[in-house]
């Protein structure tokens, strides 16, 4: 089965700097998924990623697919406390029956202000 | 915009109680998904369907039931519940790839969540 391995586990960062989050898959990457969560709540779909190279932007947030499409990396400049929240990745995992997410265990992210 | 509701934000239950969690999506997606969230160990999917009265077994279905009556809701069954089942709880929707507007999209669409505690 597919294993993602999310790095690092927890960051703190102050206001302002950049901060980069890895997803390491064990297997090829067919789609990969990035959310975010606020404590408590429920999965934000941030970008997908498809193909390898694959670079995508929204605000300050960038994610890329490296061209193996083993691993993936999201990148935010300047961060503001707003980008607090667990960080998960997901990958396309296909079954018989239906398409599968395998999610990673996620990055928790606090900003100093 | 797609809406995942999801019956209750907060549960307190006792051990040995039958609890149903309820998930309802507004988008008429085919796929609907569990999940149990735990410190540590990341989203772990308990159940899955992609089609009214169909169901497959995640990772970890043990001491978990599901049913899908009708396209829109998905409820998740603990018949005994035990203080291990204490955990957050994620519902999710998506559609099937290449059909809609999502092109080869896997998205998953998920409620606010369900934070259960078994006493």
């Known amino acids: 089965s597919q294993e993602l391995e999310q790095s690092p586990q927890s960051l703190i960062v102050q206001e302002g700097k950049n901060l980069t989050i890895n997803c390491t898959s064990s297997?090829?990457?067919?789609?990969l998924y990035w959310y975010k969560q606020k404590y408590g709540e429920g999965l934000i779909f941030l970008m997908m990623?498809?193909?390898?190279?694959e670079e995508k932007s929204h605000e300050k947030i960038t994610a890329k697919l490296d061209e193996k499409k083993q691993q993936s990396s999201l990148h935010i400049t300047a961060s503001q406390p707003s980008h607090a929240g667990i960080y998960l990745c997901g990958a396309d995992t296909f079954t018989g029956g239906g398409n599968k997410l395998t999610f990673g265990t996620g990055t928790q992210l606090k900003v100093e202000l | 915009d797609v809406k995942v509701t999801q019956s209750s934000r907060y549960l307190v239950k006792r051990t040995g109680e039958k609890v149903f969690l309820e998930c309802v999506q507004d988008m008429d997606h085919e796929n609907m998904f569990w999940y149990r969230q735990d410190p540590g160990l990341g989203l772990r999917l308990i159940y899955f369907s992609y089609d009214v009265k169909m169901k497959e077994k995640g990772d970890i279905p043990e001491g978990y039931s599901v049913s899908r009556e009708k396209k829109e809701r998905f409820s998740l069954i603990l018949e005994s519940a035990s203080t291990n089942q204490t955990s957050m709880y994620l519902c999710?929707?998506?559609?099937?790839?290449?059909?809609?507007?999502?092109?080869?999209?896997?998205?998953?669409?998920f409620g606010p969540g369900t934070r259960l505690t078994v006493l």
């Open positions: 297997k090829t990457l067919y789609g």
């Open positions: 990623l498809q193909k390898g190279g």
């Open positions: 999710a929707s998506s559609l099937v790839p290449g059909t809609g507007t999502q092109s080869s999209y896997n998205e998953q669409f």
